[in-house]
């Protein structure tokens, strides 16, 4: 294991993750791949690629709003336009911005009257800087855009394109700094689970089992808990991707997706349970669930493709869909970092016939996916991984070589209860029948 997991805090009696360091990588790559491009600045409404750029959070609150800009010219610092009395705090702590902290608010999400004219503000606000660098003549790379504000920079003579793939580009390999952070973030994760498997017994709630998790982050210093899928029973089969108030019941699979933010750095992270047994079925499905797994992990290097690793997953009509978009994202990759779905992408709808070569420094998470053949049941897997220069090390920590049962451990007259075992009893016994198959219902 090369990757070290340190600390949250300062410390000056060891070398950790230097956040200074981290801001300039970031905003390097960034300058990187504008230069490369045919765009002559890019201008950000996305959370995530503003944060990149500029270094600057104002809480979770205001990720769905679309009320923050950022600019980044080509010869350039980068300006950001923010909301309220933030950008009077940048000025005040956010030294690396020196004068690019402005007070500026963008459209909310159409909730501004359309004639207020705030869509034009922030095209003029934009043409201005363009202008000052000689630019305004140059395509703008736009992220996403709120389409009154897109029509407004299109009225200020400015030709818009697409500005992600610059973002998605710098951001596609991560620095060491970010790899450490994405490395801690998954160790709260690893603490998480554990908590979870003492807890997880019939009669708990899906919703029990969040709260859980979520008290659990946040006293370890999340800055966030994007959400955790938590499905037990014959919500397993098949995925809906939310927790409900179902109760765990005796010999439920349950499996949990924990995604959280350590200083910004995500996680997409599952694990599979059988709560006090698991049926035979279920434990199949998650085997063929692992090994699936295994084998793409053992295919990731330098040079390899996102195709090379899909190659080995299976078809969609092989786990009972009608194409490779009804079962999107149930064997699938996807890259980890300031957002949970960032380049490369690992799906047999893309990667076979659009490859992405794997390079040093990439972190993703691969997860797979197994329906069990009593038509309820089902595995999930989820594994995050860096590459390194001669293979990839796993930094999701908590045991899924094999299916863990959870819960009480039963004992009976005759010793303990197996946790081999279906969830009804009277399919139990010794010689693998029932009363109703034995001749006139006698006994055996």
Same mark, same amino acid.
């Given at each position: 294991?090369?990757?070290?997991?340190?600390?949250?805090?300062?410390?000056?009696?060891?070398?950790?993750?230097?956040?200074?360091?981290l801001?300039?990588?970031?905003?390097?790559?960034?300058?990187a791949?504008?230069?490369?491009?045919?765009?002559?600045?890019?201008?950000?409404?996305?959370?995530?690629?503003?944060?990149?750029?500029?270094a600057?959070?104002?809480?979770?609150?205001?990720?769905?709003k679309?009320?923050?800009?950022?600019?980044?010219?080509?010869?350039?610092?980068?300006?950001?336009?923010?909301?309220?009395?933030?950008?009077?705090?940048?000025?005040?702590?956010n030294?690396?911005?020196?004068?690019? *902290? &402005?007070?500026?608010?963008?459209? +909310? !999400?159409g909730?501004?009257?359309? /004639? @207020?004219?705030?869509?034009? %503000? =922030? *095209? &003029?606000?934009?043409?201005?800087? +363009? !202008?000052?660098?000689?630019?305004? /003549? @140059?395509?703008?790379?736009? %992220? =996403?855009?709120?389409?009154?504000?897109?029509?407004?920079?299109?009225?200020?003579?400015?030709?818009?394109?697409?500005?992600?793939? =610059?973002?998605?580009?710098a951001?596609?390999?991560?620095?060491?700094?970010?790899?450490s952070?994405?490395?801690?973030?998954?160790?709260?994760?690893?603490?998480?689970?554990?908590?979870?498997?003492?807890?997880?017994?019939?009669?708990?709630?899906?919703?029990?089992?969040?709260?859980?998790?979520?008290?659990?982050?946040?006293?370890?210093?999340s800055?966030?808990?994007?959400?955790?899928?938590?499905?037990?029973?014959?919500?397993?089969?098949?995925?809906?991707?939310?927790?409900?108030d179902?109760?765990?019941?005796?010999?439920?699979?349950?499996?949990?997706?924990?995604?959280?933010?350590?200083l910004?750095?995500?996680?997409?992270?599952?694990?599979?349970?059988?709560?006090?047994?698991?049926?035979?079925?279920?434990?199949?499905?998650?085997?063929?669930?692992?090994?699936?797994?295994?084998?793409a992990?053992?295919?990731?290097?330098?040079?390899?493709?996102?195709?090379?690793?899909v190659?080995?997953?299976?078809?969609?009509?092989?786990?009972?869909?009608?194409d490779?978009?009804?079962?999107?994202?149930?064997?699938?990759?996807?890259?980890?970092?300031?957002?949970?779905?960032?380049?490369?992408?690992?799906?047999?709808?893309?990667?076979?016939?659009?490859?992405?070569?794997?390079?040093?420094?990439?972190?993703?998470?691969?997860?797979?996916?197994?329906?069990?053949?009593?038509?309820?049941?089902?595995?999930r897997?989820?594994?995050?991984?860096?590459?390194?220069?001669?293979?990839?090390?796993?930094?999701?920590?908590?045991?899924?070589?094999?299916?863990?049962?959870?819960?009480?451990?039963?004992?009976?007259?005759?010793?303990?209860?197996?946790?081999?075992?279906?969830?009804?009893s009277?399919?139990?016994?010794?010689?693998?029948?029932?009363r109703?198959?034995?001749?006139?219902?006698?006994?055996?």
């Amino acid at each position: 294991m090369a990757i070290k997991t340190f600390g949250p805090n300062a410390v000056d009696w060891e070398e950790r993750i230097d956040l200074d360091r981290l801001r300039r990588d970031r905003l390097t790559r960034l300058r990187a791949e504008l230069a490369r491009s045919e765009l002559g600045s890019v201008l950000s409404f996305d959370f995530a690629n503003i944060r990149y750029m500029t270094a600057t959070h104002i809480g979770t609150w205001a990720m769905d709003k679309l009320i923050r800009f950022a600019l980044l010219t080509r010869d350039g610092d980068p300006v950001i336009w923010d909301f309220g009395s933030a950008a009077r705090h940048h000025q005040l702590y956010n030294p690396w911005l020196g004068d690019g *902290a &402005r007070a500026g608010i963008s459209t +909310l !999400r159409g909730a501004f009257h359309p /004639d @207020a004219g705030i869509a034009a %503000d =922030v *095209a &003029r606000k934009v043409a201005m800087v +363009l !202008r000052e660098h000689g630019l305004a /003549d @140059a395509p703008l790379g736009v %992220d =996403v855009v709120e389409p009154p504000v897109l029509f407004a920079l299109r009225d200020e003579g400015i030709e818009v394109a697409d500005g992600q793939q =610059v973002f998605l580009e710098a951001r596609r390999v991560k620095t060491r700094d970010e790899i450490s952070l994405l490395t801690q973030a998954c160790s709260m994760v690893d603490a998480a689970y554990e908590e979870l498997y003492g807890f997880l017994r019939p009669g708990v709630r899906e919703n029990e089992c969040v709260g859980l998790v979520s008290k659990v982050l946040y006293d370890l210093g999340s800055e966030y808990v994007e959400g955790v899928n938590a499905i037990s029973g014959e919500r397993c089969s098949p995925h809906p991707h939310v927790y409900s108030d179902r109760l765990v019941r005796p010999g439920d699979p349950a499996f949990f997706d924990i995604l959280h933010s350590h200083l910004g750095y995500r996680t997409c992270y599952y694990r599979t349970f059988a709560v006090g047994s698991a049926s035979r079925a279920m434990r199949d499905a998650y085997t063929r669930c692992r090994e699936y797994m295994d084998e793409a992990i053992s295919l990731v290097k330098p040079g390899a493709t996102t195709a090379d690793i899909v190659s080995v997953w299976p078809r969609a009509q092989e786990f009972g869909f009608a194409d490779e978009t009804a079962a999107f994202a149930l064997q699938y990759g996807h890259g980890v970092g300031l957002s949970i779905w960032e380049k490369p992408i690992f799906s047999r709808l893309v990667s076979l016939d659009h490859p992405e070569t794997l390079e040093p420094g990439m972190v993703f998470a691969l997860e797979t996916y197994w329906p069990a053949s009593d038509g309820w049941s089902a595995a999930r897997i989820e594994e995050e991984l860096v590459v390194t220069p001669d293979g990839c090390e796993v930094i999701t920590k908590f045991p899924a070589e094999d299916l863990l049962v959870a819960g009480r451990r039963y004992w009976t007259a005759a010793g303990p209860l197996d946790t081999l075992r279906e969830p009804e009893s009277h399919l139990n016994r010794p010689d693998g029948s029932s009363r109703h198959d034995r001749p006139n219902g006698g006994p055996r």
